[in-house]
């Protein structure tokens, strides 16, 4: 499968998951997402967000850009999966 094959398919599951999401489910994945991205900031530095930011409407993405927005398609689901099934416990 292709990289921009696997990047659709996280794409389309994280959507679907966000439409099945409750508000809180969301915000809770917003807060444990910036929780990661703070702690990896304090070990290795900022991140270029604005490099970042800029991929987002890109309309011919290189390989490494659909590797790289695989993988964060791929952490938001797992993310958003773990809070939406933690059904009956204590939320942070």
Do not use: C, W
């Amino acid at each position: 499968m292709s990289d921009f094959a696997t990047f659709k398919q996280y794409y389309n599951l994280a959507d679907h998951l966000i439409q099945k999401s409750s508000k809180d489910d969301v915000a809770e994945t917003a807060r444990l997402l910036a929780m990661n991205l703070a702690h990896y900031q304090s070990k290795y530095g900022a991140l270029p967000l604005e490099e970042t930011l800029a991929m987002i409407g890109i309309e011919n993405p290189n390989d490494d850009q659909i590797q790289l927005l695989s993988d964060a398609m791929e952490i938001l689901v797992g993310v958003l999966g773990n809070v939406v099934t933690r059904v009956g416990q204590e939320k942070h």
